[in-house]
């Protein structure tokens, strides 16, 4: 867990007033803010999977009855 929230996780720079949290939880300068930068360990993939579950609800079709 991060200590000092005034420096980057990654290459322990001051950061300043430009702090750009993660959703790993950490710090991060301009530099290694995207996850691509810094290896993160957040499962993106996962969180946009469940994201799109629950906007697009299946949708069980009923039988229709024939009217003939």
Do not use: D, I, K, M
């Given at each position: 867990l991060q200590t000092n929230l005034n420096k980057c996780w990654h290459c322990s720079k001051k950061v300043g007033l430009v702090k750009t949290p993660c959703k790993c939880?950490?710090?991060?300068?301009?530099?290694h803010r995207h996850a691509e930068a810094h290896d993160c360990t957040f499962d993106y993939f996962a969180e946009n999977k469940a994201r799109l579950e629950k906007a697009n609800p299946q949708i069980a079709h009923q039988k229709m009855e024939k009217i003939f």
């Open positions: 939880s950490y710090v991060f300068c301009p530099r």
